[in-house]
């Protein structure tokens, strides 16, 4: 998810392809609904998490009240609890089919929901010279 950091993530991205790179490195798109299984749902909304954000850190949960979206992001997220770690490792350890994987041709624009997709990008060593560019729309605006 991007900008799981802040307190309210932007709602859309919108990439651009300016550079396929070397090799090929695709965006996977996965619905949040197939991410969490009902077991982990509920730790998902009931464990704390720090949310590094610089002086603005702060503590959260994958899944908060009645938000519409995941929040997931290993890079910024780190479980407060044991039973939060074990989530996290879980997650990252159970690698999901994708919903939707695009390949990247110079030109191609995809505008992804990022409350409803969590995305990332399949391994780029080899792609060094691949360029997106991505800009984020916070709800309302």
Known sequence: MDLAHKARPARY????????????????LLERQRFLSTTQ??????????????RHS????????????VRFDPGCMQ????????LMTQLLDSNPCPSYSHQW????????????????????????DRTLLRVTVLEGH
Not at 41 to 54: D, H, K, M, T
Not at 58 to 69: C, H, N, R, T
Not at 79 to 86: P, S
């Open 58 to 69: 702060f503590y959260g949960s994958i899944l908060e009240g009645d938000e519409e979206y």
């Open 79 to 86: 479980g407060a609890t044991k039973r939060a770690q074990l």
């Open 41 to 54: 749902n509920q730790v998902a909304r009931a464990e704390p998490f720090l949310i590094r954000s610089g």
């Open 105 to 128: 041709q110079v030109g191609d624009i995809l505008v992804i929901d990022n409350w409803r997709m969590l995305h990332r990008r399949t391994d780029a060593t080899r792609s060094l």
């Open 13 to 28: 991205l919108v990439l651009g392809c300016s550079s396929v790179g070397a090799q090929q490195a695709c965006t996977e």
